[in-house]
């Protein structure tokens, strides 16, 4: 659980692992072998890595499934203390679409909305609504994005772009496009620069 608590530094993570394969490798074999639990708020930030190795579509289905099998309506309906509300912004943040990765920076990583429409209410009236065109239960992965009508293929958005207002438009799909996010321009950025 703790290798990825490296959130100020991925990119070191990374390299120190070997490279990008490795480190995909690795990750995916935390999530695949069952290692990956939620309810240990410290690795909250572990499904949205994958962005800094150019794979954003792993993340987009990583996150839907935690949210499909850690979360319930029921007794029992989360799978950790709720410790000062941590498991639940995880989720308030993921069906929004991105996540603080790295709190304290100004930066978000893109997940995977989980609704059609939802508007953020901002200071001085503005407004940032986040569209999910053709989102589903099966339709989780990004298509294409654009942000106030300009493309956008970045797997991170800065806080200031969310909070001049506007609107990100994302059309899904039930397939991954692994090409949406993957190239060096399109990572997060390196905060050890």
């Known amino acids: 659980q703790y290798t990825w608590y490296v959130r100020h530094d991925v990119f070191g ?47 987009q289905q990583r996150i839907q499934r935690i949210i499909e099998e850690e979360y319930g309506t029921g007794p029992g309906g989360l799978s950790g203390n709720e410790d000062a509300g941590q498991m639940s912004a995880w989720l308030v943040f993921s069906m929004t679409g991105f996540y603080p990765v790295c709190p304290g920076t100004p930066y978000y990583i893109i997940g995977a909305p989980s609704f059609p429409s939802i508007t953020i209410k901002l200071e001085r009236g503005k407004e940032f609504t986040i569209k999910a065109e053709n989102v589903s239960e099966t339709n989780h992965f990004i298509q294409s994005a654009t942000l106030n009508g300009a493309s956008f293929d970045r797997a991170w958005i800065r806080h200031e772009e969310i909070m001049n207002g506007g609107v990100m438009k994302f059309v899904m799909g039930a397939q991954p496009n692994t090409f949406w996010g993957n190239v060096d321009e399109q990572l997060p950025p390196d905060l050890m620069r």
């Open 13 to 59: 993570l990374i390299s120190a692992m070997g490279g990008e394969d490795i480190f995909v490798a690795k990750l995916d074999s935390l999530f695949e072998t069952d290692q990956y639990w939620h309810g240990n708020e410290p690795g909250h930030q572990t499904a949205y890595m994958y962005a800094w190795a150019g794979a954003p579509w792993k993340t």
